[in-house]
Nanobody, 121 residues
Framework: QVQLVESGGGLVQAGGSLRLSCAAS????????MGWYRQAPGKQRELVAS???????NYADSVKGRFTISRDSAKKVAYLQMNSLEPEDTAVYYC???????????????WGQGTQVTVSS
């Protein structure tokens, strides 16, 4: 019904940059908040950044000043620009979106499949 597909992960050296993308498709009337989460081995999934439909953003303290979240609402895509990457940023990054369904206007949260980001020291 609804799919979120992430792309842009990979292996990068410390200090480098990556840009993640999350594309939503399917039965979508509108999208409220979109967010990026990450989960490192042995750790709980944590919020990295989120952006509302009006463009308000929120960041985890650990990424403030280094990561930037943005979205193209017309294309139903969210981005996460990651600069000055550190080995501690190594994790699987997941996209999450609050989707409003057509006709019913019911909201549901959806997750992408995740994309691996590995930062070498």
């Amino acid at each position: 019904q609804v799919q979120l597909v992430e792309s842009g992960g990979g292996l990068v050296q410390a200090g480098g940059s990556l840009r993640l993308s999350c594309a939503a498709s399917g039965r979508i009337f509108s999208i409220n908040t979109m967010g990026w989460y990450r989960q490192a081995p042995g750790k709980q999934r944590e919020l990295v950044a989120s952006i509302t439909s009006l463009g308000s953003t929120n960041y985890a303290d650990s990424v403030k000043g280094r990561f930037t979240i943005s979205r193209d609402s017309a294309k139903k895509v969210a981005y996460l620009q990651m600069n000055s990457l550190e080995p501690e940023d190594t994790a699987v990054y997941y996209c999450n979106a609050e989707i409003v369904a057509p006709f019913t206007l019911r909201t549901s949260h959806y997750w992408g499949q995740g994309t691996q980001v590995t930062v070498s020291s």
